[in-house]
């Protein structure tokens, strides 16, 4: 084994779908190339062993959000113990902003952008010569044709027990500025025919989790509505042995024929992330966010009354020009539509994106460590953020987390975001903590909350045993939810987090 493909990823259960691709792409070089995945918190110095076992004489490293700190760690100790062994830097994380970052520093060689092709051309060169003279490498974008699909390279393993990442379409014509995708300009299909015959052989080999990382299910209707039909046909052929599809949509986008589709799925089937990132029409415009806001309403409501979907809708806090009352009205606004799940994000400056032009207009700081979490802005001060971001928290424990279904709505009541703001607020000073609240006690104290607002301990004790978590069976309200291996991350907007998933 000559080269070796590797990145920490998030979770175990998160199968990179990215080194899989440089994997079926490497061409004569395949056979000499394997592929080693880590989980972040594993110890740097096991991570370096456990990759220097294996005698490679190029290491080629998938940089993300979530793993450049501990990347850098890892690539600074193997130049250390291992100084010929060439290090080569990829992903969205280091093909932005390289100068600035020492994991760049620290290693031999970068390729920013798509690395499909450049990575195994630049492979070549390292081992047969001429030595590459350049460090940083843009890579090049090839006809999607040319791409040979990955999907093969999902193990036994892969299939019975992590998510299995694919994707139908890259890229994304939206420019929200937010988001890395804003930089793609238009989105490129891969061929519909070859990628169903690789879907048709995951189902074949026990794939029942597909979790499409496509920017916009819903760009091409005919496209859309092939696939879902790949996946109704698998239902009706397998009713005993479901499969189960997540799906990125544009919320204003939903065409008669593409319901009709979405409304013969069976419940369970079907998951859906929905971007509305904010209400407000003026705050859309100054990210360069397209949205009708009416439409994007009336099907996130039409997704909710006729059809079976799981929607999980998401919601930025820290936007340029958004205060507390204009999230607030948009929060309350989204829950009136009763989507399954809110994801209530905090705005994260993602390397590259446009955003950062209104840095100076708007105020806008943002932590300088990963996830580059905004701190403030002319809006909103530190000190309120760090409110919305407990609110995100707690909004995620009992929300999200289904364990609280019938309290939450009474904890809500008529004004969702001042209530829910007001018992973050209050469950903070009970707890000084928004980690590590075992879920006995966040029902007691949940309980103690709604006695503070006029309930009796009686009447609190019925609601909340109407709950999973009254009858503290944790266990039982996860089957309230979306299959577990299909939920997202917790509080990081879906549009950021696409970003930050492997
Ligand atoms: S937020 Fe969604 S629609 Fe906007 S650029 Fe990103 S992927 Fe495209």
């Given at each position: 084994m000559t080269i070796l493909l590797s990145t920490l990823n998030a979770r175990y259960t998160h199968a990179s779908l990215g080194l899989r691709y440089l994997l079926a792409n490497m061409g004569p070089l395949q056979e000499r190339t394997r592929l080693q995945e880590f989980v972040i918190g594993a110890k740097t110095t096991e991570i370096v062993e456990r990759i220097l076992a294996r005698k490679p004489r190029i290491i080629g490293f998938g940089v993300y959000i979530?793993?450049?700190e501990e990347t850098t760690k890892v690539v600074a100790m193997l130049k250390r113990v291992a100084p010929d062994v060439v290090i080569v830097l990829g992903g969205p994380e280091v093909s932005h902003e390289p100068g600035e970052q020492a994991i760049v520093q620290a290693a031999d060689y970068l390729i920013t952008g798509w690395g499909d092709v450049t990575f195994p051309k630049l492979c070549g060169e390292i081992l047969n010569g001429p030595k590459p003279i350049m460090k940083i490498h843009?890579?090049?974008q090839p006809p999607m044709a040319e791409l040979k699909l990955p999907y093969s390279l999902y193990t036994d393993d892969d299939i019975k027990n992590r998510t299995l990442y694919v994707e139908a379409s890259r890229g994304c014509p939206f420019k929200c500025e937010f988001c890395?995708?804003?930089l793609d300009k238009t989105a490129w299909p891969f061929g519909l025919e070859s990628f169903l015959a690789e879907m048709e052989s995951l189902h074949a080999r026990g794939a029942r989790l597909f979790k499409f990382v496509d920017r916009t299910f819903n760009l091409n209707i005919k496209t859309s509505l092939k696939i879902m039909q790949f996946f109704l046909d698998k239902l009706e052929a397998n009713p005993d042995d479901p499969v189960y599809a997540h799906f990125e949509l544009v919320p204003d986008h939903l065409p008669d024929a593409l319901k009709e589709g979405i409304s013969k799925f069976p419940p369970g089937a079907l998951q859906f992330e929905i971007g509305i990132q904010s209400f407000n029409p003026e705050v859309q415009a100054l990210v360069s966010r397209k949205q009708d806001n009416q439409k994007?309403?009336?099907?996130?409501?039409?997704?909710?009354?006729?059809?079976?979907?799981?929607?999980?809708?998401?919601?930025i806090a820290g936007l340029p020009g958004e205060d507390v009352d204009s999230f607030a009205r948009g929060f309350n606004k989204l829950v009136e539509l009763k989507p399954h799940e809110i994801q209530f994000g905090i705005l994260k400056r993602l390397r590259g994106t446009p955003i950062i032009r209104h840095t100076e207009p708007y105020g806008l700081v943002f932590d300088p460590h990963p996830p580059y979490t905004i701190l403030a802005n002319k809006q909103i001060d530190f000190m309120t953020m760090q409110r919305l971001v407990r609110f995100a928290r707690y909004w995620d424990l009992v929300a999200n987390s289904g364990r609280f279904a019938n309290t939450v709505v009474t904890l809500m009541g008529e004004t969702p975001f001042e209530n829910f703001m007001a018992f973050s607020d209050w469950l903070y000073t009970k707890t000084d903590a928004t980690h590590r609240i075992a879920l006995d006690r966040l029902a007691s104290l949940v309980s103690q909350w709604l006695q503070t607002r006029g309930m009796s301990a009686e009447e609190a004790g019925r609601l909340l045993a109407s709950d999973y978590a009254g009858r503290n069976d944790a266990a039982g309200a996860k089957t309230k939810t979306a299959p577990p291996a299909a939920r997202p991350e917790a509080s990081i907007p879906q549009r950021q987090a696409r970003h930050l998933a492997a």
């Open positions: 979530w793993n450049v843009a890579g090049v890395l995708s804003a994007a309403a009336d099907n996130i409501r039409w997704l909710c009354e006729q059809s079976n979907a799981h929607l999980h809708v998401d919601l």
